[in-house]
Structures are given as structure tokens and as C-alpha cells.
């Protein structure tokens, strides 16, 4: 992996972004598989299913896909606006995974409930070492009506120790975002090309 330093305008070789590496532009309050939920190996953990429940959840959040939503009506101190978010009961799945022993990660467990529908993660529950809640996830849904998916309106990711969170995914003042029907190509894939995107 590679990552461009807007200060000095130069890319390197990132550390391992993996695991519980450091989130890229995160001020350390997520982890690099905090990506999208979850993202990566699931090999540091032993998995099981708990078993399906009811439970409420961030659900058909349309609100935060509208345009006319701007991020300062939706980002605010202590947590995303509640006016935008949307919950309802649901069907979900919970999953369990603990550190297996010999291996390391800063969250010992972790806990998903999966939405029964899209297989996606509506809501995480990280512990630390000492079995604390440390943080919680939160993955908005809302269903792409045109390209047929479901997707993230936003995801947070609440540090409830630091009593700070993180948002990621928003795109309602984005010009171009997200694109469906791009094409890309090997070469847009090079630290050169990553060297030549980069702004300050």
C-alpha cells in the first residue's frame, strides 16, 4: 500500500494497512479494518454466530442521501444530527469474534449485527483488552434504487471512552460521487498516479 503526503508531496510505502493498523486520516480513532465496517483478513479472530434477534437499528436512511443535506447539518458535536438518522426494528444477525490466542489486535472482541437482507453491518460493538465497550459502530443503510445495491449513507464510529466519534462515507456534497459505471485502468493504480492526483 501507498500513501501521499499532501505536505511534503510525496508518496511512500505505507506501514501495513491491515488490521488494526492505523485508519488513514482518522486521528487514530479507527482502525484500518473499521473501513467500511469491516474490511480484510478475518483470520486474528475465532468467529461464531450468537443467533438472530430483533434489535434497532440505522435503517432506510435516505434522509443523509439527499443532496440538500449539507455535512454541517449532519455532522455536530458529540454525535451525527438525529433529525437525519432513521432506525427501525430488525431482523439481524449477530456475530462474535475474539482475538485467537497468539495473536494480537487492539479490539479483543468484537461483535456485528448484520442486517438479515443485505448481509451488511448495521451495527459493531468493539471491547478492549479488559472487555469494555470501547466503541460502536454504526452503519446507515439505504438502498441504491438505481444501480440496485444497498449501501452506506454514512458510517460512524463512536469512541465512547474519548467521548469523540468519526463519520465516513457521506457524499451529498460531493460533485461526482460515488461513480458506478467507472471503468478503471491498471495504471491508475501506481504511486506515480497516486503522486499525480495529489493536491496540498
Do not use: C
Not at 51 to 76: A, C, H, I, W
Amino acid at each position: 500500500a501507498w500513501v501521499y503526503n499532501a505536505g511534503q508531496r510525496r508518496v511512500r510505502r505505507a506501514p501495513q494497512v491491515a488490521y488494526d493498523g492505523p485508519g488513514t486520516a482518522s486521528d487514530g480513532m479507527r482502525t484500518s479494518d473499521n473501513f467500511a465496517m469491516y474490511n480484510g483478513a478475518p483470520d486474528r479472530y475465532d468467529w461464531k454466530m450468537i443467533g438472530k434477534k430483533e434489535v434497532f437499528v440505522p435503517y432506510n436512511s435516505y434522509k443523509m442521501t439527499q443532496r440538500d443535506v449539507s455535512y454541517d447539518d449532519v455532522l455536530k458535536a458529540g454525535h451525527i444530527n438525529p433529525e437525519h438518522t432513521r432506525f427501525e426494528l430488525h431482523r439481524v444477525w449477530e456475530v462474535q469474534g475474539n482475538v485467537k490466542a497468539g495473536q494480537r489486535h487492539i479490539y479483543a472482541q468484537r461483535n456485528f449485527f448484520m442486517d438479515e437482507d443485505s448481509w451488511m453491518i448495521n451495527l459493531a460493538d468493539h471491547y478492549d483488552g479488559r472487555g469494555t465497550l470501547w466503541r460502536v459502530g454504526e452503519g446507515h443503510i439505504a438502498f441504491n434504487y438505481n444501480e440496485k445495491i444497498p449501501g452506506y449513507s454514512i458510517e460512524t464510529l463512536y469512541d465512547l471512552l474519548a467521548g469523540r466519534y468519526i463519520a465516513l462515507g457521506m457524499y451529498t456534497e460531493e460533485v461526482s460521487a460515488p461513480q458506478f459505471d467507472f471503468e478503471p485502468s491498471y495504471n491508475q493504480f501506481t504511486p506515480a498516479a497516486l503522486r499525480s492526483s495529489g493536491i496540498r
